[in-house]
């Protein structure tokens, strides 16, 4: 049941889904030479990728990033140590081919190239970071260097 009727066409939305709203195209049903037009618009825009989220979390062990990067393999992913504490996460993720005859009717997963860099703290053990991929979730750790807690001298007051 549509919430909101249209006024587009009999076309319903369903407001508290915002992937499900239907959006007017005055174009509809008219046909272009261009073999592009069959073709959202969003599909061929390969930015839509490129602000991969990535959780960052700091446990007593260790720097923690998590990244949901699915249908991506662990070889279409790059993780790198730059210039001593900058942690970069890279990677691309191809667009599907495009077949002759294919008419698209909705295209909403993104494609592109992504790139992220942090920047660690010193207590951030760069020569021992490790990464891992398992179900379209990235996860690379970063150890941290033991705390050096100051040592007290207790001193006898004289008197």
């Known amino acids: 049941m549509a919430l909101i009727p249209s006024i587009f066409g009999g076309r319903r939305s369903n407001v508290c889904d915002p992937f499900s709203l239907d959006i007017w195209?005055?174009?509809?049903?008219l046909s272009f030479s261009s073999a592009l037009t069959s073709v959202p618009s969003s599909s061929r825009d390969t930015s839509a990728f490129a602000n991969a989220r990535i959780d960052w979390k700091e446990t007593p062990e260790a720097h923690v990033f998590k990244a949901d990067l699915p249908g991506l393999k662990k070889e279409e992913v790059k993780v790198e140590?730059?210039?001593?504490?900058?942690?970069?996460?890279?990677?691309?993720?191809?667009?599907?081919?495009?077949?002759?005859?294919?008419?698209w009717h909705r295209v909403e997963r993104s494609s592109g190239k992504f790139l992220r860099r942090f920047s660690l703290p010193e207590n951030a053990k760069m020569d021992q970071v490790r990464a891992s991929m398992e179900n379209g979730v990235l996860t690379v750790t970063v150890p941290k260097e033991e705390e050096k807690t100051p040592e007290v001298k207790a001193i006898e007051v004289s008197g």
């Not at 195209?25 to 049903?29: A, I």
């Open 81 to 103: 140590v730059e210039e001593g504490s900058v942690l970069q996460i890279s990677g691309e993720r191809s667009s599907e081919q495009e077949e002759k005859n294919d008419k």
């Open 25 to 29: 195209d005055p174009f509809e049903g």
